[in-house]
């Protein structure tokens, strides 16, 4: 599916996502390039890049590609923090943004990719996004 770049629903990526195991805030560490499933039809304001973990208590929940190439934070959102949540009956790393009310819960496709599924408080809980291990 993310290879396909093709657009996705969130009823059609629930029930996949549901099936996914969880992962370790160990698991999560480091920098991954993200991607999300709409078909390359919503325009990217920011020229979003992905995420970086470096540590469970500092994140960047936002990296963004500058105009020279180079990868930056996105500092307009803040930064975050990993812990452990239950969503969705399984216990899996968790991105919670300082200083917005957005979670992000991730689960293992393989041992470099990820799906992660955003929760905006006051929003449905339908935002997925993948991310792919930045070596």
Same mark, same amino acid.
């Not at 549901?18 to 160990?26: A, F, N, T, Y």
């Not at 698991?27 to 973990?53: A, C, Q």
């Given at each position: 599916?993310?290879? *396909?770049?093709? $657009? #996705?629903? !969130?009823?059609?990526?629930?029930? =996949?996502? %549901?099936?996914?195991?969880?992962?370790?805030?160990?698991?999560?560490?480091?920098?991954?390039?993200?991607?999300?499933?709409?078909?390359?039809?919503?325009?990217?304001?920011?020229?979003?890049?992905?995420?970086?973990?470096?540590?469970?208590?500092?994140?960047?929940?936002?990296?963004?590609?500058?105009?020279?190439? *180079?990868?930056? $934070? #996105?500092? !307009?959102?803040?930064?975050?923090? =990993?812990? %452990?949540?239950?969503?969705?009956?399984?216990?899996?790393?968790?991105?919670?943004?300082?200083?917005?009310?957005?979670?992000?819960?991730?689960?293992?496709?393989?041992?470099?990719?990820?799906?992660?599924?955003?929760?905006?408080?006051?929003?449905?809980?339908?935002?997925?996004?993948?991310?792919?291990?930045?070596?």
């Amino acid at each position: 599916m993310i290879a *396909s770049g093709k $657009a #996705y629903s !969130a009823e059609e990526l629930m029930p =996949l996502y %549901e099936q996914l195991e969880p992962v370790s805030i160990e698991f999560m560490l480091g920098t991954w390039r993200g991607g999300k499933f709409d078909g390359g039809s919503e325009p990217d304001p920011i020229n979003w890049y992905g995420k970086r973990f470096d540590s469970a208590a500092h994140a960047e929940p936002l990296l963004v590609r500058a105009k020279d190439g *180079s990868i930056q $934070a #996105y500092t !307009a959102l803040g930064a975050a923090q =990993l812990r %452990e949540v239950k969503f969705a009956g399984k216990v899996t790393a968790t991105l919670i943004y300082d200083k917005q009310p957005i979670m992000d819960y991730f689960r293992k496709v393989n041992d470099d990719v990820v799906i992660g599924l955003g929760d905006i408080k006051g929003k449905p809980t339908d935002f997925f996004f993948h991310l792919t291990r930045d070596n």
